[in-house]
């Protein structure tokens, strides 16, 4: 029985790089996490040692930063897809190029100030193999919770269940979404308009779904996606349950129809799916 190198890649991971952009006395931050990983023709360094064929991580995370002031900062999607063809096309043992972008976003205070936005993160994946780039869009952290339109009742029973059905409950999630486009341009849109138009069709469809799981509200918001945006081919969504339980007031001598609530941080039910178009291509790797 032989022993064989398996898939590999390397890289660079979380750089951080900010860029300010000045138009006299108005500024705009763009505030990025980058993360480079590259594969190809990298058996000698592992089998031997010989790096003859390895750029350095150090040069990846430099070459980032040249090309923020090079090349500027248009969107996270375009600047992950400059450095995966850059990796490939300049080195010849590397053939495949994945770039994940994390986007910090900041609120305008003034023309030079800014304060932190902290709900939500926006997300970016390139992949590149030297002829087909692929592109997925994304976001974590977006609370979301209706306080009515939700239930959850008709489930199993076994010996082990407690859970009492409800039929009118809090529905709360933090929305892990990627979503994967056709091609290269998201139609006619920037990417930064493509971004918010998805996001804010998914927030739509949470507020506009009479929910009785949050399976069902799952597959509504990429259903919604889809529908509302060719340009996109696939929708993955991964939504914690944040449970709102009604606390039990009658020791104290009240009751309580349906207005306070404790959060119950874990455990949590998590919920996974993903929604497609049936005549999609295969995506270039897993996401």
Same mark, same amino acid.
């Given at each position: 029985?032989?022993?064989?190198?398996?898939?590999?890649?390397?890289?660079?991971?979380?750089?951080?790089?900010?860029?300010?952009?000045?138009?006299?006395?108005?500024?705009?931050?763009?505030?990025?996490?980058?993360?480079?990983?590259? *594969?190809?023709?990298? *058996?000698?360094?592992?089998?031997?040692?010989?790096?003859?064929?390895?750029?350095?991580?150090?040069?990846?995370?430099?070459?980032?930063?040249?090309?923020?002031?090079?090349?500027?900062?248009?969107?996270?999607?375009?600047?992950?897809?400059?450095?995966?063809?850059?990796?490939?096309?300049?080195?010849?043992?590397?053939?495949?190029?994945?770039?994940?972008?994390?986007?910090?976003?900041?609120?305008?205070?003034?023309?030079?100030?800014?304060?932190? +936005?902290?709900?939500?993160?926006?997300?970016?994946?390139?992949?590149?193999?030297?002829?087909?780039?692929?592109?997925?869009?994304?976001?974590?952290?977006?609370?979301?919770?209706?306080?009515? +339109?939700?239930?959850?009742?008709?489930?199993?029973? +076994?010996?082990?269940?407690?859970?009492?059905?409800?039929?009118?409950?809090?529905?709360?999630?933090?929305?892990?979404?990627?979503?994967?486009?056709?091609?290269?341009?998201?139609?006619? *849109?920037?990417?930064?308009?493509?971004?918010?138009?998805?996001?804010?069709?998914?927030?739509?469809?949470?507020?506009?779904?009479?929910?009785?799981?949050?399976?069902?509200?799952?597959?509504?918001?990429?259903?919604?996606?889809?529908?509302?945006?060719?340009?996109?081919?696939?929708?993955?969504?991964?939504?914690?349950?944040?449970?709102?339980?009604?606390?039990?007031?009658?020791?104290?001598?009240?009751?309580?129809?349906?207005?306070?609530?404790?959060?119950?941080?874990?455990?949590?039910?998590?919920?996974?799916?993903?929604?497609?178009?049936?005549?999609?291509?295969?995506?270039?790797?897993?996401?």
């Amino acid at each position: 029985m032989g022993i064989v190198l398996g898939p590999n890649r390397y890289g660079k991971a979380e750089t951080r790089v900010v860029r300010v952009d000045r138009d006299g006395d108005r500024h705009t931050l763009t505030d990025l996490n980058v993360s480079v990983a590259l *594969a190809g023709d990298l *058996a000698a360094t592992h089998l031997t040692g010989d790096n003859s064929q390895v750029l350095p991580t150090d040069t990846q995370k430099n070459t980032v930063y040249a090309f923020a002031r090079r090349h500027g900062i248009s969107s996270a999607e375009e600047f992950g897809l400059l450095l995966a063809r850059h990796f490939v096309d300049s080195q010849p043992s590397i053939d495949r190029a994945r770039i994940d972008i994390e986007q910090y976003g900041w609120q305008r205070l003034g023309p030079h100030s800014f304060q932190r +936005d902290g709900t939500q993160t926006r997300t970016a994946t390139v992949r590149y193999d030297g002829d087909r780039a692929e592109i997925v869009a994304g976001l974590t952290g977006l609370v979301l919770l209706n306080t009515t +339109d939700s239930e959850f009742c008709g489930f199993v029973v +076994d010996p082990y269940t407690t859970l009492p059905p409800a039929d009118d409950r809090i529905l709360a999630t933090a929305v892990d979404a990627r979503w994967r486009y056709a091609g290269v341009v998201p139609g006619a *849109a920037d990417w930064d308009t493509a971004h918010a138009a998805v996001r804010d069709t998914l927030v739509a469809a949470f507020v506009g779904t009479y929910s009785r799981s949050l399976q069902q509200t799952l597959y509504a918001m990429g259903e919604r996606v889809l529908t509302d945006h060719p340009q996109v081919v696939e929708v993955r969504l991964v939504l914690p349950n944040k449970h709102h339980l009604l606390v039990d007031l009658g020791p104290v001598g009240l009751d309580n129809p349906n207005t306070v609530f404790v959060v119950a941080d874990r455990p949590y039910g998590l919920i996974e799916g993903t929604v497609r178009r049936d005549d999609a291509a295969p995506a270039l790797g897993d996401w």
